[in-house]
C-alpha cells in the first residue's frame, strides 16, 4: 500500500469537499470533482492547502489510487457515468440511498446502497465508509487527530486489499477504524447513518452529540 494515494474526489460538497481537503492535508493527492461549478472546485484545491486540483470526473478517476463517491443517491448515475471505466479502482462510498426529500432510504433490510453501487460497478472494489459521522465533525476530529482515544468509524467490504487501503485513510483523518465485516454490514450501518443525522440535526445538541461513538478504554 502506497503512503501517499492518489485520490478523486466524486462529489465535492459538504462530505467530498471536506473529506478531500483533510485527505490532502494528511499528505494525499487530491482531485475535487463533480460540483454546480469549476469555480467551486478551484477554490476547494486551493484552499485544500495541500496537493489538490479540481477536474472532471474522468479526471479523478484516470490518475487516482482510489476514488470518494460523495453525491446524493440521485446523482450516483450521473456521476459514474461520467467518471468512466472504473475497473480494478478502489471506491469508498459515503452515499447513503436516500430517496429525493432526504426522508428515508430506497434501499433497506435485504440490501444497501453499497451493495447496489457494487453492482453498478462491477469490477470496481466498493467499500462504505464516512456516511455514519456528520461532516460538520470531521475537521474537529482531524485537528485532535493525535489524541489516545480517537472516535471509532465502521468500514466494511469484499475485498481485502481494499478495506486495508481505506483503514488507513481513515486512521489518516483521526479516526479509529473498525472493520465492520463484508460489504452487507451496509445494511446495518446506512441505518445507524440515518439515526446519527436524525440526533445531529433535529435534536438539541448537534452533531457533535450525536457523534459520541468513541473506544471504551479498559478499566
Ligand atoms: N452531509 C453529511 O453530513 C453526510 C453524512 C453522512 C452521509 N452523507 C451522504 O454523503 C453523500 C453526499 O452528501 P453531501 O451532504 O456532501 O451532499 P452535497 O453537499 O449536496 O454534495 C453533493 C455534491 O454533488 C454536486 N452536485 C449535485 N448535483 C449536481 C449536478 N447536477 N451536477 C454536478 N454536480 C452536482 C454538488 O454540487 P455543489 O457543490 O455545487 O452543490 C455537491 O458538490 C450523500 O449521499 C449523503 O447521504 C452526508
Not at 462529489?11 to 492535508?25: D, Q
Not at 480517537?150 to 468500514?155: D, E, F, T, V
Request: hydrophobic share 40%; with cysteine.
Amino acid at each position: 500500500m502506497r503512503e501517499s494515494m492518489r485520490i478523486g474526489i466524486l462529489g465535492s460538497g459538504l462530505m467530498g469537499g471536506k473529506l478531500g481537503t483533510l485527505f490532502a492535508r494528511a499528505g494525499h493527492e487530491v482531485v475535487f470533482s463533480y460540483a454546480r461549478s469549476d469555480a467551486k472546485l478551484k477554490r476547494l484545491a486551493r484552499e485544500a492547502k495541500g496537493k489538490a486540483s479540481a477536474g472532471t470526473p474522468a479526471d479523478a478517476a484516470r490518475a487516482s489510487d482510489l476514488l470518494l463517491l460523495a453525491v446524493h443517491w440521485s446523482r450516483v448515475d450521473d456521476v459514474l457515468q461520467q467518471a468512466g471505466d472504473l475497473s480494478g479502482k478502489i471506491v469508498v462510498s459515503c452515499s447513503l440511498p436516500m430517496n429525493a426529500d432526504d426522508t428515508g432510504l430506497v434501499i433497506a433490510h435485504t440490501s444497501s446502497g453499497a451493495e447496489a453501487l457494487a453492482q453498478k460497478v462491477p469490477g470496481a472494489r466498493v467499500v462504505s465508509a464516512f456516511n455514519t459521522v456528520p461532516s460538520e465533525v470531521l475537521f474537529g476530529v482531524y485537528a485532535a487527530r493525535r489524541k489516545a482515544t480517537k472516535p471509532s468509524l465502521i468500514y466494511c467490504g469484499d475485498d481485502a486489499g481494499s478495506k486495508k487501503t481505506a483503514a488507513k485513510l481513515i486512521k489518516d483523518i483521526g479516526f479509529d477504524p473498525v472493520d465492520g465485516g463484508p460489504l452487507r454490514i451496509a445494511r446495518y450501518t446506512e441505518p445507524l447513518a440515518l439515526l446519527i443525522a436524525q440526533l445531529a440535526y433535529e435534536r438539541p445538541g448537534g452533531p457533535e452529540l450525536a457523534y459520541r461513538f468513541e473506544r471504551f478504554r479498559k478499566e
